[in-house]
T-cell receptor
Framework: DAKTTQPTSMDCAEGRAANLPCNHSTISGNEYVYWYRQIHSQGPQYIIHGLKNNETNEMASLIITEDRKSSTLILPHATLRDTAVYYCIVRVARTNRDDKIIFGKGTRLHILP | DTAVSQTPKYLVTQMGNDKSIKCEQNLGHDTMYWYKQDSKKFLKIMFSYNNKELIINETVPNRFSPKSPDKAHLNLHINSLELGDSAVYFC??????????????FGPGTRLLVL
């Protein structure tokens, strides 16, 4: 299974863009990069995912390098409510019946007022 | 409307007791999961069910027995509770196990404290 490496914590000023890096140098060609976040005392929340191309939705943008060995999650205008632990995950699905998310330690993002 | 709901939200009990946690999803998904988040905040999968059939069992003690009466429900029964079972348990669901593009939706968690 591909593993991911993320910084333990990051700070970002409110209103600025938060850029969260993730390394996944052993990712396989058919594995997607997913991002989830967990706000304090809540369940994990899906943010975005991608394979090769950059992706954008109403929550964030995902930039994946051409060699797919790293990616960056971008929260364009961070608010205090974005304070959470952000998990970068590479999906492992060896068979149609073996799909699971393996969570790492994630990055604790603090949005500062 | 809550997509994935769990009951109870908090559960405090004595060591040795048997307890159940219930999970329901109204998303029409065919796969449901149980995760455990310990005091160090590591989130690990325990079980997954697809169409009421057990798919993943991650070396969980057999004191833990999931039961899926239908696709929308996955309950977790725990026998002979131990101190180390204290954790937050999250239920999740997704559509079509195994496809990389499917996301999982998580419930709010059940905070279990064993005394």
């Amino acid at each position: 299974d591909a593993k991911t490496t993320q910084p333990t914590s990051m700070d970002c000023a409110e209103g600025r863009a938060a850029n969260l890096p993730c390394n996944h140098s052993t990712i396989s060609g058919n594995e997607y990069v997913y991002w989830y976040r967990q706000i304090h005392s809540q369940g994990p929340q899906y943010i975005i995912h991608g394979l090769k191309n950059n992706e954008t939705n109403e929550m964030a943008s995902l930039i994946i390098t051409e060699d797919r060995k790293s990616s960056t999650l971008i929260l364009p205008h961070a608010t205090l409510r974005d304070t959470a632990v952000y998990y970068c995950i590479v999906r492992v699905a060896r068979t149609n019946r073996d799909d699971k998310i393996i969570f790492g330690k994630g990055t604790r993002l603090h949005i500062l007022p | 409307d809550t997509a994935v709901s769990q009951t109870p939200k908090y559960l405090v009990t004595q060591m040795g007791n048997d307890k159940s946690i219930k999970c329901e999803q109204n998303l029409g998904h065919d796969t449901m999961y149980w995760y455990k988040q310990d005091s160090k905040k590591f989130l690990k999968i325990m079980f997954s069910y697809n169409n009421k059939e057990l798919i993943i069992n991650e070396t969980v003690p057999n004191r833990f027995s999931p039961k899926s009466p239908d696709k929308a429900h996955l309950n977790l029964h725990i026998n002979s509770l131990e101190l180390g079972d204290s954790a937050v348990y999250f239920c999740a669901s997704s559509q079509t196990a195994g496809r990389n593009q499917e996301t999982q939706y998580f419930g709010p968690g059940t905070r279990l404290l064993v005394l």
